[in-house]
């Protein structure tokens, strides 16, 4: 009996210690899995997620908003809105939205707030150009369905691309204090997309977590912070030393970016370096108003005395250089002929200023702003380049204001910009730098002729898919006949992120971290 | 004479020598840019490496002797010419004059010592002649105040006067009896003077203000080596050791000169 008692005793004790042993080993396997996921990003613009007139920068935009529409490759696809109706040739838009979507304050996503959004928008005058300009009235025609009246002769396909602009985001009308007032300051930017802004201190920090309404694939981090770091240099460093996870590049492309001298570096020190080429070509820009660059022959021999090959190794061949066409694969309807368009090619392009009438006593000047540096180098190279064909250059490096101030009053001959942009903007874009009608082309064109006017309208304006492409190849025979400028190089977003950051993905031009997760930390 | 003047003398007599024959010294032209030899390190060819753009680094460092060196003593002759002369008016004619003279030195002393320079340069326009008009508009005011203080002194002491009883006039008195004895201090001021400019203009090119580019100096050498101190240290190592050995030369220089010349301090103190 005793050692039965003795027996069971044992027995007893040996399955509360399992007992107690599993447990523990649960709590403690439970706890490693619930380990807050975070990632701290170093961004160089604040996302001005509490402007008093804004809506807020790019990056938030696509953090924390969707907007009504996609532009996916050369198509619009629903996003917000399930579906749309076009009238009267596309002069009239109605959107039929999506009724299972809720803002990441637990409201629900109507009309309404889409009108909240547009009448914001309208209010300070942002998208102006690429879109609230074009719309004459918003007519909200129920809780699920909005109508968009363009104003005449302002309809086309192009105005469809800009309701999946970063600026069409759609925010709720809590956003701001007083809520529903559209004129009011920003207080809590409200949208519907995956992350939702949980702290913001203006130049400082933006914090998002999941927003927990969100209707499609939840996030899976449990935190995401963005620094706002606007030193180039302060931002590699942030990263050498560990206090932030990824460097990310103005999602917009060509400006606040990783230095591209740093980023071979940066690979050497075991960082993961991703890029995504944009629909955006840094090119050199010549006064075509005036002699001698309103003569095609010179714009040509401009063509022919740049080494794209140099201006790419300057950037230590990270970007692609715009030889054979001149944009990249996100253009709507590029096509890679393997040809170059200019070879490079000194004797040609000294024969051809010298039959223009150019020589070195010509005063030409190339204007470069001088808080970008990269700018400042890509003219110096310029400028030795076109040395070589017996042109005397003078590089002129201003501060912005006078910059501005040269171009608005065309006292420039060349400059260093660029044409097209971030997949989302890549119609409305090409519009706005090639079409004198387009309200963005007055303060900031790049090139135009009439001889480009009826196929770049017929490109960007057609709900016909196959007659776009037809006249986007029309397009980018004539502007490279016509010689506006040389494009230089296609802009790209970079990400430089560590090793364990894994599944940083880019959905079209931006990079997402919607599935990140980090390993081994 | 100190050793400290001899020896800061024979560094800033180098200094120009290089600046002036910078052409012949360096047989590859500063600007040349040459993208097959991008961030090349030390080699024979290129003793002190090549830059971003291929440029050989020792040829703009010896140019950017010449680029500095010039803005630097232009600066200080500027100076020295509008300094003695307000400081010769004010001390000798004093009154109004002096008032005047005096208050407007007090208001260009209470602006910080960066700020105007930046101010002006802002309004017309970032470059090496802007720097050199913006630094000469700011440092005059010492060498007022150090002339007006010895003419005070002077104007009262028996060769003035006897030159008044001998009937000179009021300019030749200035031009031959003051100013020759006021400009000793000055000197060792200039001396220094010429230190604190080498390390302004190169800081304020640093930042974009001064030379533009693609012309050589030693500032914006270093500011456009800032994206390469990990892998290619020396586009900051040669243009920073010349400013040191210059701004260390005319430190010497200047300590020297002031022991030598300043009775008090006991002179002939040989370091």
Same mark, same amino acid.
């Given at each position: 009996?005793?050692?039965?008692?003795?027996?069971?005793?044992?027995?007893?004790?040996?399955?509360?210690?399992?007992?107690?042993?599993?447990?523990?080993?649960?709590?403690?396997?439970?706890?490693?899995?619930?380990?807050?996921?975070?990632?701290?990003?170093?961004?160089?613009?604040?996302?001005?997620?509490?402007?008093?007139?804004?809506?807020?920068?790019?990056?938030?935009?696509?953090?924390?908003?969707?907007?009504?529409?996609?532009?996916?490759?050369?198509?619009?696809?629903?996003?917000?809105?399930?579906?749309?109706?076009?009238?009267?040739?596309?002069?009239?838009?109605?959107?039929?939205?999506?009724?299972?979507?809720?803002?990441?304050?637990?409201?629900?996503?109507?009309?309404?707030?889409?009108?909240?959004?547009?009448?914001?928008?309208?209010?300070?005058?942002?998208?102006?150009?690429?879109?609230?300009?074009?719309?004459?009235?918003? +007519?909200?025609?129920?809780?699920?369905?909005?109508?968009?009246?363009?104003?005449?002769?302002?309809?086309?396909?192009?105005?469809?691309?800009?309701?999946?602009?970063?600026?069409?985001?759609?925010?709720?009308?809590?956003?701001?204090?007083?809520?529903?007032?559209?004129?009011?300051?920003?207080?809590n930017l409200t949208g519907t997309g995956p992350w939702k802004v949980a702290d913001y201190k203006k130049n400082q920090y933006?914090?998002?977590?999941?927003?927990?309404?969100?209707?499609?694939?939840?996030?899976?981090?449990?935190?995401?912070?963005?620094?706002?770091?606007?030193?180039?240099?302060?931002?590699?460093?942030?990263?050498?030393?560990?206090?932030?996870?990824?460097?990310?590049?103005?999602?917009?492309?060509?400006?606040?970016?990783?230095?591209?001298?740093?980023?071979?570096?940066?690979?050497?020190?075991?960082?993961?370096?991703?890029?995504?080429? $944009?629909?955006?070509?840094?090119?050199? %820009?010549?006064?075509?108003?005036?002699?001698?660059?309103?003569?095609?022959?010179?714009?040509?021999?401009?063509?022919?005395?740049?080494?794209?090959?140099?201006?790419?190794? $300057?950037?230590?061949?990270? $970007?692609?250089?715009?030889?054979?066409?001149?944009?990249?694969?996100?253009?709507?309807?590029?096509?890679?002929?393997?040809?170059?368009?200019?070879?490079?090619?000194?004797?040609?392009?000294?024969?051809?200023?010298? +039959?223009?009438?150019?020589?070195?006593?010509?005063?030409?000047?190339?204007?470069?702003?001088?808080?970008?540096?990269?700018?400042?180098?890509?003219?110096?190279?310029?400028?030795?380049?076109?040395?070589?064909?017996?042109?005397?250059?003078?590089?002129?490096?201003?501060?912005?204001?006078?910059?501005?101030?040269?171009?608005?009053?065309?006292?420039?001959?060349?400059?260093?910009?660029?044409?097209?942009?971030?997949?989302?903007?890549?119609?409305?874009?090409?519009?706005?730098?090639?079409?004198?009608?387009?309200?963005?082309?007055?303060?900031?064109?790049?090139?135009?002729?009439?001889?480009?006017?009826?196929?770049?309208?017929?490109?960007?304006?057609?709900?016909?898919?196959?007659?776009? +492409?037809?006249?986007?190849?029309?397009?980018?025979?004539?502007?490279?006949?016509?010689?506006?400028?040389?494009?230089?190089?296609?802009?790209?977003?970079?990400?430089? %992120?560590?090793?364990?950051?894994?599944?940083?993905?880019?959905?079209?031009? +931006?990079?997402?971290?919607?599935?990140?997760?980090?390993?081994?930390? | 004479?100190?050793?400290?003047?001899?020896?800061?003398?024979?560094?800033?007599?180098?200094?120009?020598?290089?600046?002036?024959?910078?052409?012949?010294?360096?047989?590859?032209?500063?600007?040349?840019?040459?993208?097959?030899?991008?961030?090349?390190?030390?080699?024979?060819?290129?003793?002190?490496?090549?830059?971003?753009?291929?440029?050989?680094?020792? &040829?703009?460092?010896?140019?950017?002797?010449?680029?500095?060196?010039?803005?630097?003593?232009?600066?200080?002759?500027?100076?020295?010419?509008?300094?003695?002369?307000?400081?010769?008016?004010?001390?000798?004619?004093?009154?109004?004059?002096?008032?005047?003279?005096?208050?407007?030195?007090?208001?260009?002393?209470a602006f910080p010592p960066f700020i105007l320079p930046i101010a002006i340069t802002g309004i017309l326009g970032p470059s090496?002649?802007?720097?050199?008009?913006?630094?000469?508009?700011?440092?005059?005011?010492?060498?007022?105040?150090?002339?007006?203080?010895?003419?005070?002194?002077?104007?009262?002491?028996?060769?003035?006067?006897?030159?008044?009883?001998?009937? &000179?006039?009021?300019?030749?008195?200035?031009?031959?009896?003051?100013?020759?004895?006021?400009?000793?201090?000055?000197?060792?001021?200039?001396?220094?003077?010429?230190?604190?400019?080498?390390? !302004?203009?190169?800081?304020?090119?640093?930042?974009?203000?001064? !030379?533009?580019?693609?012309?050589?100096?030693?500032?914006?050498?270093?500011?456009?080596?800032? &994206?390469?101190?990990?892998?290619?240290?020396?586009?900051?190592?040669?243009?920073?050791?010349?400013?040191m050995l210059t701004v260390l030369a005319f430190n010497l220089l200047g300590d020297g000169l002031r022991d030598y010349l300043?009775?008090?301090?006991?002179?002939?103190?040989?370091?």
């Amino acid at each position: 009996m005793k050692r039965a008692l003795t027996i069971t005793s044992i027995l007893l004790i040996s399955i509360l210690f399992i007992c107690i042993s599993v447990a523990c080993k649960k709590e403690v396997s439970s706890s490693t899995q619930s380990a807050p996921q975070e990632l701290t990003i170093a961004y160089g613009n604040d996302t001005d997620a509490n402007s008093k007139n804004g809506v807020g920068d790019m990056l938030l935009k696509i953090f924390n908003s969707d907007r009504l529409v996609e532009l996916v490759g050369d198509e619009v696809k629903p996003s917000l809105a399930e579906s749309w109706d076009l009238k009267d040739n596309g002069q009239t838009i109605v959107f039929h939205l999506r009724k299972d979507v809720k803002f990441s304050d637990g409201t629900p996503f109507t009309a309404d707030a889409v009108k909240f959004t547009y009448d914001r928008l309208k209010k300070f005058k942002l998208n102006q150009w690429t879109q609230i300009d074009r719309i004459a009235s918003i +007519e909200v025609n129920g809780p699920n369905t909005i109508t968009f009246h363009i104003k005449p002769g302002q309809e086309g396909f192009i105005v469809l691309t800009a309701f999946a602009e970063y600026q069409s985001s759609i925010m709720s009308p809590n956003s701001t204090d007083p809520k529903g007032d559209p004129g009011a300051p920003l207080a809590n930017l409200t949208g519907t997309g995956p992350w939702k802004v949980a702290d913001y201190k203006k130049n400082q920090y933006t914090e998002f977590v999941p927003n927990p309404y969100y209707y499609g694939k939840k996030p899976t981090l449990d935190k995401v912070t963005v620094k706002y770091i606007p030193q180039a240099q302060a931002r590699v460093l942030a990263i050498q030393s560990g206090s932030v996870d990824a460097v990310v590049d103005y999602y917009h492309g060509g400006s606040s970016y990783t230095p591209r001298n740093m980023l071979k570096t940066l690979q050497d020190q075991g960082f993961q370096v991703l890029k995504k080429e $944009l629909p955006m070509t840094v090119v050199l %820009a010549c006064n075509y108003k005036k002699a001698p660059w309103n003569n095609v022959e010179v714009r040509q021999g401009l063509n022919y005395a740049v080494n794209k090959d140099d201006v790419a190794a $300057l950037f230590d061949g990270w $970007l692609t250089p715009a030889k054979t066409r001149m944009f990249s694969d996100l253009a709507p309807f590029i096509v890679e002929s393997g040809e170059q368009e200019y070879p490079f090619n000194l004797d040609q392009a000294a024969k051809m200023f010298k +039959e223009a009438g150019l020589t070195g006593d010509t005063k030409i000047n190339l204007m470069a702003q001088g808080q970008n540096p990269d700018e400042v180098k890509l003219c110096e190279l310029i400028k030795s380049q076109l040395a070589k064909t017996g042109l005397n250059v003078q590089l002129d490096v201003l501060e912005s204001g006078l910059y501005s101030d040269r171009q608005k009053n065309g006292d420039w001959d060349l400059r260093v910009y660029y044409i097209g942009g971030p997949e989302r903007r890549k119609y409305t874009r090409i519009a706005g730098r090639f079409d004198p009608d387009s309200a963005e082309f007055g303060p900031a064109g790049y090139f135009t002729s009439p001889e480009l006017i009826p196929s770049l309208r017929k490109a960007v304006g057609s709900f016909n898919q196959e007659e776009r +492409e037809e006249n986007f190849k029309v397009f980018y025979n004539k502007a490279k006949d016509l010689a506006g400028g040389v494009p230089l190089y296609y802009d790209a977003v970079f990400v430089v %992120a560590k090793q364990n950051v894994k599944n940083i993905e880019y959905v079209s031009t +931006e990079p997402r971290f919607d599935n990140v997760f980090i390993a081994n930390k | 004479m100190p050793k400290t003047v001899r020896i800061g003398a024979i560094i800033i007599i180098c200094l120009l020598v290089v600046a002036c024959l910078a052409p012949v010294l360096t047989p590859v032209n500063p600007l040349a840019v040459n993208m097959g030899e991008k961030l090349q390190g030390l080699s024979r060819q290129h003793p002190m490496g090549t830059d971003q753009l291929g440029r050989d680094v020792l &040829s703009r460092v010896l140019y950017g002797a010449r680029t500095s060196m010039a803005a630097s003593f232009s600066v200080v002759i500027i100076c020295l010419a509008v300094g003695i002369a307000i400081g010769c008016i004010a001390g000798f004619y004093g009154g109004v004059i002096d008032e005047l003279l005096m208050r407007l030195v007090d208001i260009m002393m209470a602006f910080p010592p960066f700020i105007l320079p930046i101010a002006i340069t802002g309004i017309l326009g970032p470059s090496l002649t802007n720097i050199i008009i913006a630094l000469a508009l700011t440092s005059w005011v010492g060498y007022a105040r150090m002339v007006r203080s010895s003419v005070l002194t002077l104007k009262h002491l028996d060769f003035v006067a006897a030159a008044k009883a001998m009937g &000179s006039s009021r300019s030749r008195i200035i031009r031959e009896h003051i100013v020759p004895n006021a400009v000793h201090p000055l000197v060792v001021y200039a001396a220094f003077n010429a230190s604190h400019t080498i390390l !302004a203009i190169s800081g304020l090119s640093f930042i974009g203000l001064g !030379a533009q580019p693609p012309t050589p100096e030693w500032g914006n050498m270093l500011s456009e080596a800032c &994206s390469f101190m990990g892998s290619s240290p020396y586009l900051f190592i040669f243009p920073g050791l010349m400013i040191m050995l210059t701004v260390l030369a005319f430190n010497l220089l200047g300590d020297g000169l002031r022991d030598y010349l300043d009775p008090r301090l006991g002179t002939e103190v040989d370091l």
